[in-house]
């Protein structure tokens, strides 16, 4: 595929979840598909990958990630696969190729299981956020989601699921280990101190 294939190929994944995506979805939305395959890029780069295929493979895994989601909640990963596998029967790529982006879309099932550095590199991409400036607008998106679909049925289960999430998640890359984590522990802080605050609260001290 060339560069202007995947170009158009881009356009054409955008204009579909633009049209397809529930409302609902708050976190798992055009955006964060867009930023997954920024971050992305941006990871390969730092870790060092600047083979051609590899980046082409990887791009294009970041567009179908989420791709699932259009037709199911639980278990979008593997319905990512089938609509990648749907949209290239057409023999533009071959098995080894769809097979590698078949691993990285499910590498980034929870908990994430990376095989290889693409596959670390997606799911640091992923979830990028956790280390990030903009991570308390976008956990709240991600909250409003939980409510909407009923993983959740409060706000204040929120912050302990968080917290769990955290202290399990782990990055993969050696860039993401020093660029996000040290934002992700400030996070897990704050997150903790807010619900030993909560906590004395509701125990009136």
């Known amino acids: 595929m060339t560069e202007s294939g995947f ?4 356009q054409s994944i955008i ?11 708050t976190y798992h939305n055009l955006q964060h598909t867009k930023d997954v395959l920024k971050q992305a890029v941006r990871i390969a780069g730092e ?14 895994a970041a567009l179908y990630h989420d791709i699932g989601f259009l037709d ?3 278990g979008h990963e593997l319905r990512s696969c089938e609509i990648l596998m749907d949209d290239f029967s057409n023999g533009t790529l071959g098995t080894n190729d769809l ?20 596959e670390e590199i997606i799911c640091d991409a992923d979830l990028d956020y956790l280390g990030r400036e903009d991570f308390p607008p976008i956990s709240q998106h991600l909250m409003k989601e939980f409510l909407e679909y009923g993983i959740i049925k409060t706000e204040q289960e929120w912050d302990p699921i968080q917290i769990a999430f955290f202290e399990k998640h782990q990055y993969f890359t050696r860039s993401s280990q020093t660029n996000r984590q ?24």
Do not use: C, F, V
């Not at 051609?52 to 294009?60: N, T, V």
């Not at 040290?182 to 001290?205: M, T, V, W």
């Open 15 to 25: 204009q579909r979840l633009e049209k397809g995506l529930d409302k609902r979805l």
């Open 7 to 10: 170009r158009d190929l881009e």
């Open 72 to 74: 199911t909640y639980r």
């Open 99 to 118: 097979e590698s982006i078949k691993g990285m879309i499910m590498a980034t099932r929870i908990p994430q299981s990376p095989a290889n550095l693409l």
């Open 182 to 205: 040290p934002g992700k522990l400030r996070h897990l802080q704050i997150l903790k101190d807010s619900q030993e605050k909560a906590s004395q609260n509701r125990d009136g001290k």
């Open 47 to 60: 870790e060092g990958i600047n083979n051609e295929k590899q980046l082409l493979l990887l791009r294009i």
